[in-house]
């Protein structure tokens, strides 16, 4: 027993219990709150993040950081939650107080004024902003720079641990040579894949049936995580007793279908956290393409998967009977696997989605360490988009404005997304070595496919980085190659290519 950790303890259970109250105001924001309550709600926001704040980054902790970094006698979980706090506080430490709350400023106003130059189609208006948190980010890279590190390095590694961009441009260099080819390819291809059936006037009280039961299907404990509404689907979590997912109802019926599934497979991850670790520093997921890995797994890999559908598509049609029930099995599911080069990311297929990602990576390099200035990026980009995906944006809303991530400050974050894939598809690899895959999906078994993941990931939480956990459990190190050949299988089947 360390009583120096007893003493830090509670100055962390402290912060984390101020963090979920803010949590739950987020999640309380985005769903149920009235409109008017924005202003008011705010100071109470601004308080609380203050007092979070005062709560880890103030002279006592320092000292029992210290303290305890030299002790022996801690716990691996303690240990690994000081190490945790250890990395926030020189984060912190390394930027002067002013410029750090100048920088929270300058990002709360840089979200609005991208709100309303997309709104208005207008990248002169959001240009200037946008430079200023472009230098804030550089110069506070700098400040963090380890030993000759590079700046973008220094970012991506706050997503992603373990990863720079030596790894990041070999894994696009792949997706580059590989995945664009593919797309072409699909593109000629003579197969006509319909998905008509999935756009119609879907009711939402039809596809809250629906995504409950999915939710349920997949693993969703609606005893310890509730699901709602929200303008954009996410997932958040209290504790690992407590986990909250939203869904959105459009009027593409596998939007909500494959949102829900997504969302499960996060919540699925923090219901997996281990007691012992969740409502601390490391009970949340290794890092965020790890977490990705899981909700995109289940999205794509399962959800998208033929077998996933056999014992429940009745069901399915069922609640849809004027939709679907002349749609058969297979026309379903290749209809949500369908490839189509779009504009916008977030809508984007399984194939199509990394080049978004490579596209986004290639330009916050160029931003961040090359000569890429902001006047030059709405053309870059929809260069880009004509060279990879073979389609250029008309307008900025649908091209460079269309991420809220920049405005935020958040340059280093879009590469998890496909890394997200990447990771789920190695294990993929790995685990139909180790089970019957495609068997257990049709038998409706998920539960062995879920206790796998999270016997493997899920109730370690931050104990390990992602790369280490991929090494331990697939006995290689991070392998692009698996995601490749995931596809090429994939849509090669679907549309008929020899290769
Ligand atoms: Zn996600």
Redesign the pocket.
Known sequence: MSQRFDELKQYLDRAMALQAALQLFEWDDATVAPKGAGKLTSNVIRILSGEYFQAVNNEEVKSLVKACQGDESLTQIQAAQVRELAEELEKLDSIPKEEYQDFAHLTSEAVRVWEEAKEKNDFQLFAPTLKQVIEYQKKFASYRAKDGQKKYDVMLNDYEPGFNMELLDRFFDTIKKEIVPLLKAVADSKVMVRNDFLTGEFSDDQQERIGRFLAEYVGFDFSKGVMAVSAHP??TNLHNKDVRITTHYHHNLDSSLFSII??T??ALYEFGIRDDLTQTLVGQGASMGM??SQ??FFENIIGRNRSFWIPIYEKLQEVFPQELSEIGLDMFVNGVNKAEPGFIRTEADELTYSLHILIRYELEKELIEGNLSVEDLPQMWADKYEEYLGIRPENVREGVLQDIHWSQGSFGYFPSYAL?SAFGAQLYYHMKKVMDFDGLLAEGKLEVIRDYLRENIHQYGKLKDSRTMLKEITGEDFCPEYYVKYLKEKYGKLYQLDS
């Open positions: 996410f997932t997504h969302e497979g996060h977490h990705e909700s995109r997200g």
